[in-house]
Nanobody, 124 residues
Framework: QAQLTESGGGSVQAGGSLRLSCAAS????????IGWFRQGLGMEREMVAV???????YTTDALKDRFTISRDNAKRTVFLQMNSLKPEDTGIYYC??????????????????WGQGTQVTVSS
């Protein structure tokens, strides 16, 4: 079973940046697609970006100008760099793992293992 731990959330003013980290246990990041999701208060959870187990990436069109997903060389941590943050980016950010075998890009239902989430608050 994959274990995922998010970090890097916090409070920032609009226009600022944050870098979130998702640390994956064992070989998770090598054998699973790792995705970032977010959920605002009263909102549905939505996909932000996904890093393919073999190195490709997908980012939601509405966020690709400001958010960048990446992975470290050891393939143990997946990052989400968030720039030009807006108040509407406020929410809990989760990382999750989808099996390598699912179609690309994976849908939210393909993600089997989830972290506990990290809070991001953007003030105006």
């Amino acid at each position: 079973q994959a274990q995922l731990t998010e970090s890097g959330g916090g409070s920032v003013q609009a226009g600022g940046s944050l870098r979130l980290s998702c640390a994956a246990s064992g070989n998770t990041a090598r054998n699973y697609h790792i995705g970032w999701f977010r959920q605002g208060l009263g909102m549905e959870r939505e996909m932000v970006a996904v890093f393919h187990a073999e190195g490709g990436m997908y980012t939601t069109d509405a966020l690709k100008d400001r958010f960048t997903i990446s992975r470290d060389n050891a393939k143990r941590t997946v990052f989400l760099q968030m720039n030009s943050l807006k108040p509407e980016d406020t929410g809990i950010y989760y990382c999750a793992a989808a099996p390598f075998s699912v179609p690309w890009p994976p849908s939210m239902s393909n993600f089997l293992f989830w972290g506990q989430g990290t809070q991001v608050t953007v003030s105006s």
